[in-house]
């Protein structure tokens, strides 16, 4: 078939939008990079682990940077929250598909379909204004590494559900049929035949809201109290890597703003990982 | 979501496990939704009282304490209008390509699938990092609702080609092989054919991409910035509804039942984008399987 001439004037148009929607991801890591490398020549990798605390100043001799309370923060709140929220959303995926009677499978549907919808903003709000008061009277201060796993873990555990119910819902209807023709009982067939076919997807799901758990700011700068420490207990407030942009970024300057451009750095490198490895998993395709 | 072909269970003999199994499940689904509606419930039940249609129209007083959100909702349109006009282009312009004209093993379309697929991972702060090193301080555009536009429109890029892609793939393959065999150009029957077929993927992911922009806060405050006036054109700095409620919560004190109201606001425009989202991508699932 022969090409007219506004077919191929239609290929490169497109090519150039996919080229432009392709190289933003590499813009932002060169903006990030450019914009970290006079921390990273003045301040040094080393030092951001091994400072004696967190005081930036805008000249890197006279500031200090240790980065690492804040990178525990991130890691023990993503974790925590992960913890959680992987159980509770396979079991909400469960629930709808094996467990509840058809109608309230699809109001439970609804409802989490609404709350992944609801913004970080608003959960941070309610944690602020419920949450973190209840946490206060069991063990003060109130604003806690506690207190920002439950609100992550409420904030990931729509999503999390939702993937699962996706694997689950690709699961062929056969394994089911010959499950029930061998006389599996219900969990035994949750077990022993659901969970094996539906694990690549509900892993890949997981995967990803980690990476969602890393990357939130709001609702966790909201509850967490913010300052940079080393949590002992679980009852310690905690500053993470992005709540610390958030908070610095509006009067930060010089070596200190770059600073937060490798805490960023920081971030981008670990959602790569994660994506990386959800590719891997997934063989190319973690978007169905 | 699709409902799955639901087995029937008769077991020969229920074991003790089975039991927990099923306690624990159902303990699940009932803590999930008791803190969902404890939290709905808390947000409907303190900001009700204070929506009112002065309260969307009218000017914020006193740092937000007192009086409404009109220039909030006004910034907020108008960040979501610069991210749709941009992002619009050039995520149906990708998706267009990725569907329709490379194959899967080609490598540039490889390529563009995989840096989405980070970009879609990518934390809003580091958006919000990105977008002032870039719009505000490099282009030179400073905190405005342009810079926050754009940055938002980076954002959303991934979830608006992805669901267009979706729709074009939905086309069945008679039409193109109908369309060749008229001898049509690519360009005609991707106007006059592929794009209206695939029209409600498109819709769907504008939708979502539109949720995403107005949930948005951490990729806002350093782009559109804080400002609460009412924005006289693009280059002012705008407050986004978002924001104002972070802004009412951890910055005002005093500032709770606007904030209880504002929260309130965001969550029904949610919930109404969301809703068009779910029910034309449902009745379009409907639609192509009766057909």
Redesign the interface.
């Known amino acids: ?1 022969s ?2 001439r ?2 191929i ?3 490169w ?16 890591g060169a ?2 990079v ?2 970290s490398m006079p921390a990273l020549q003045h301040v040094g990798i080393t030092r951001f682990f091994t400072d004696a605390s967190w005081h930036p100043s805008a000249d890197a001799s006279q500031g200090t940077f240790n980065l690492a309370p804040m990178l525990w923060g991130t890691l023990l709140a993503m974790s925590g929250s992960v913890l959680l929220a992987t ?2 959303g396979i ?2 995926a ?2 709808c ?4 009677p ?1 109608s309230i499978a699809k109001f ?2 609804r ?5 992944a ?10 944690g ?3 949450l973190v008061p209840l946490i206060r009277q069991l063990q003060p201060p109130g604003p806690s590494l506690l207190a920002g796993i439950i609100i992550l873990t ?1 904030m990931i ?1 729509p999503t999390v ?2 993937m699962a ?2 694997a ?2 690709n ?1 062929p ?1 056969q394994y ?2 010959g ?2 023709a061998l ?8 077990r022993g035949v659901v969970f094996p076919a539906a694990k690549s997807g509900i892993i890949t799901g997981v995967i ?1 809201q980690t ?2 758990a ?5 609702a966790i ?2 509850v967490c109290g913010n300052v940079v420490q080393t949590p002992s207990r679980i009852f310690d407030p905690i500053r993470t890597l ?1 709540a610390n ?2 908070l610095e ?2 009067y930060a300057g010089g070596d200190h703003r770059s600073a ?2 490798v805490s ?1 750095l920081i ?2 490198a670990l ?2 990982v ?2 990386s490895a959800a ?1 891997v998993h997934s063989k ?1 395709r ?2 169905g | ?15 003790f ?2 039991t927990i ?2 306690v ?3 303990l ?2 009932i ?3 008791g ?2 509606v ?2 709905l419930s ?2 409907i039940w303190h900001g009700i009282g204070q929506v009112s249609w002065r309260f969307l129209t009218e000017a914020p007083r006193n740092a937000g304490r007192a009086g409404g959100i009109g220039p909030i909702i006004v910034s907020t349109l108008l960040i979501l209008a610069v991210c749709i006009a941009v992002a619009m ?6 998706a ?3 569907a329709e ?1 490379t194959s899967s093993d080609n490598l ?5 699938r ?17 977008g ?3 719009f505000c301080v ?1 282009l030179g555009m400073g905190f405005s609702i342009l810079s926050g536009g754009l940055t938002l429109a ?1 954002m959303t ?1 991934p979830i608006l ?2 669901s267009t892609e979706e729709g074009f793939r939905a086309v069945p393959d008679e039409y193109r092989l109908g369309a ?1 065999a008229l001898g049509m ?4 029957s ?1 106007i006059h054919l592929l794009l209206p077929a695939a029209a409600p993927g498109l819709l769907v992911g504008m939708v979502l991409g539109m ?1 995403r922009s ?5 990729a806002l ?2 782009t559109s910035g804080y400002v609460d006036r009412m924005p006289q054109s693009l280059h002012d700095s705008g407050r986004s509804l ?2 104002h ?2 802004d009412l ?2 910055n005002v004190a005093g500032g ?1 039942a606007n ?2 109201a504002s ?1 309130l606001v ?2 029904v425009i ?2 109404i ?2 809703s068009v989202a ?1 029910w034309t991508s449902d009745r379009w699932l409907h639609k192509r399987i009766i057909s």
């Open positions: 078939m090409r007219s506004s077919d004037f239609l290929i148009a497109l090519r150039c939008c996919a080229a432009i929607a392709g190289a933003i991801v590499l813009l932002i903006f990030l450019i914009e159980p509770l079991g909400s469960v629930f598909h094996y467990y509840a058809s439970y549907r409802l989490i379909e609404l709350l919808g609801i913004p970080s903003v608003v959960y941070g709000f309610w602020l204004v419920v409420i555990l559900a939702l119910d996706a689950l819902t699961v209807a089911l049929r499950a029930a006389g599996l009982s219900r969990w035994g067939t949750i990803l990476g969602r890393i990357g939130e700011t709001m700068l909201m992005t942009i958030a970024m509006a937060l451009f960023g971030l981008l959602i790569v994660l994506v590719e190319g973690i978007y | 979501m699709a409902e799955a072909a639901r087995p029937t269970f008769r077991p020969a003999h229920t074991g496990t089975d199994a099923t624990v499940v159902w699940i689904a803590i999930v939704t803190v969902f404890w939290l808390d947000i282009p050039l995520g149906v312009g990708t267009v390509l990725l004209f540039f379309g490889r390529l563009v995989r840096s989405l697929d980070v970009l879609a991972g990518v934390p809003s702060i580091v958006f919000g990092l990105f002032n090193a870039f490099y980076c890029l080609i992805r060749a150009s690519r360009t005609s991707l949720g107005i949930a948005e806060t951490a405050i350093f978002s924001i409620i972070f919560s951890m709770d904030a209880y929260a965001l969550i949610l919930l984008v969301n779910s």
